[in-house]
């Protein structure tokens, strides 16, 4: 990104008073663009620098120390111009974090201070109602805003179908559709990205996110790579990259994930699944487990179709998944889980005569 006033590039009063503690002594605000491995890229309203964190920041990286693409740190540039050290991150706004993968329960922030997030979902086979309601739920507990994006409307027959399938699941969520290589859908795109907006771009590998990027962009700068033979996307993306657009806002690619799995988004899970646990509230019994109790409002939904059996299965799946989390992350209740599974395999061994 070039140089750009601070406002342009997402400051606002929440910014300017963290920065307050740093403000003199040579320390510049400055927002990250692109995230290296060990360096960054910052833009500031003097320009680009490329910058490294002390090691300090480095120090602190269990703990979520260092900073990601669309932090806002502040920087001491060096006297020669060669560059600059990160000295703080600021307290984001939102951050949209999933568990890094492979590992037992670590946390990976794929950005910060994001106002709005794309999910984009290719009409061409990619549409998955399950997979978009993990999305869902990991974009409502960042603090951002969710809006669907069904890309490759061009080559769908059946727009409509597609519209009915997400409906049920994006309950309250913007949907929009849109093609990347017709232009259809993108004028009502570029209306999330006004100002000094940052809206951030999710989805799997070869949905269309760098060609949608192109249309809003209005220049044809981003490398496309066609959809391989076995109908899985190809990695374009790379890096989580910062760019500005002509008009006003910002945009934050991301390479596409094969996987997200949840980090710590309960109160996400209950905004995406209101429509579930709303009926359970409704339940003759507060503890109930909706599994034959009378007077449960889940099962007597179940039945009769109002609540679709796929749908509360995907909810209960995501229930366990950050129940296996919270485990991973408390020693307590790791302790209770091997309780819990003693107690089974005793009751295995010597089962009750009757």
């Known amino acids: 990104m070039s140089a750009a006033s601070l406002e342009a590039l997402g400051w606002s009063a929440h910014f300017e008073e963290a920065f307050a503690p740093y403000a003199g002594d040579g320390f510049l605000p400055a927002r990250v663009a692109v995230q290296h491995r060990g360096a960054y890229v910052v833009c500031s309203e003097t320009g680009e620098l490329t910058a490294e964190p002390t090691g300090r920041l480095h120090h602190e990286t269990a703990h979520g120390g260092l900073p990601v693409t669309g932090d806002w740190v502040a920087i001491r540039p060096h006297e020669d111009g060669s ?54 739920a990991t974009v409502w507990n960042s603090g951002a805003e969710p809006v669907v994006v069904l890309s490759k409307a061009d080559l769908c027959d059946d727009v409509e179908a597609a519209l009915v399938s997400v409906a049920g699941v994006a309950i309250g969520v913007p949907v929009h559709v849109a093609s990347g290589l017709t232009g259809e859908g ?53 890096t989580r990259e910062l760019v500005q657009l002509p008009g ?24 995406t699944f209101g429509d579930v ?78």
């Open 277 to 354: 646990e709303s009926l359970a509230a409704e339940c003759r019994f507060s503890d109930c487990s909706h599994d034959g109790e009378p007077g449960c409002a889940i099962q007597a939904a179940l039945v009769d179709g109002s609540l679709e059996r796929e749908r509360y299965a995907s909810y209960t799946k995501l229930q366990r998944e950050l129940r296996a989390l919270a485990i991973r992350q408390d020693k307590r209740l790791q302790a209770d889980a091997r309780k819990a599974r003693r107690r089974f395999g005793r009751a295995q061994r010597h089962p009750k005569r009757w």
């Open 186 to 238: 993108v004028d009502e795109l570029r209306g999330y990205v006004t100002g000094n907006r940052t809206v951030a771009l999710l989805g799997s590998s070869g949905v269309g996110k760098s060609t949608l990027i192109n249309r809003l962009r209005g220049e044809d700068v981003q490398a496309v790579a066609e959809v391989r033979s076995d109908g899985r996307g190809r990695h374009t993306t790379t």
């Open 248 to 271: 006003g806002g910002l945009l934050l690619d991301t390479p596409g994930m094969r996987e997200l799995q949840l980090w710590d988004v309960n109160e996400g899970l209950g905004t």
């Open 83 to 136: 560059g600059a050290i990160i000295h703080a991150v600021l307290p984001r706004r939102t951050s949209i974090s999933r568990k890094a993968a492979w590992l037992a329960a670590e946390e990976q922030v794929l950005g910060a201070n994001i106002d709005v997030v794309f999910l984009v979902a290719g009409l061409d086979g990619d549409l998955n109602p399950r997979r978009l309601e993990r999305y869902l």
